[in-house]
């Protein structure tokens, strides 16, 4: 069965204070919680939002892996996306540096090339590394209400 992909996939996230230190987001009806890190504060009881940003990137590497692998029939035992990164001060404050993305696969003798190949591909196609490549403008918009 061929899969039709559509041409717009729109997205709606919610995200509350949880009155401590982090938020729970939720979209779909799925809920994940996050904190600050105790370095800027928080409690650290959960993945920071850089860490959910990089394991965002490292699963939609791993899902594009996935759909060259199966287009290209390779028969894989084993598939494992590691990212690293530092948030470091800067004169324009902090930001992520440094990402180095590891995707780890295990295949037979036989299609190591393919292998390599599939790789390349999702490295090329993973849609959130072709966001970020280019310029994103996000409207921030503030509410205020009294209480």
């Given at each position: 069965?061929?899969i039709k992909n559509p ?141």
């Amino acid at each position: 069965m061929e899969i039709k992909n559509p041409d717009v996939v729109s997205y709606s996230v919610k995200a509350d204070w949880d009155e401590q230190s982090g938020a729970e987001i939720t979209s779909r009806g799925i809920t994940i919680r996050v904190d600050l890190p105790p370095e800027f504060g928080g409690l650290g009881q959960r993945l920071t939002p850089d860490e959910l940003f990089l394991g965002a990137i490292s699963g939609c590497l791993m899902i594009t892996f996935l759909h060259f692998r199966r287009i290209n029939k390779l028969k894989l035992r084993l598939l494992q996306c590691t990212i690293t990164s530092k948030r470091m001060q800067t004169e324009k404050g902090y930001r992520l540096q440094n990402v180095q993305a590891t995707v780890r696969i295990r295949v037979d003798k036989n299609q190591v090339e393919l292998g390599k190949k599939c790789i390349e591909l999702a490295r090329d196609y993973c849609p959130l590394l072709a966001d970020l490549r280019s310029p994103i403008h996000i409207d921030v918009q503030g509410q205020v209400e009294e209480a």
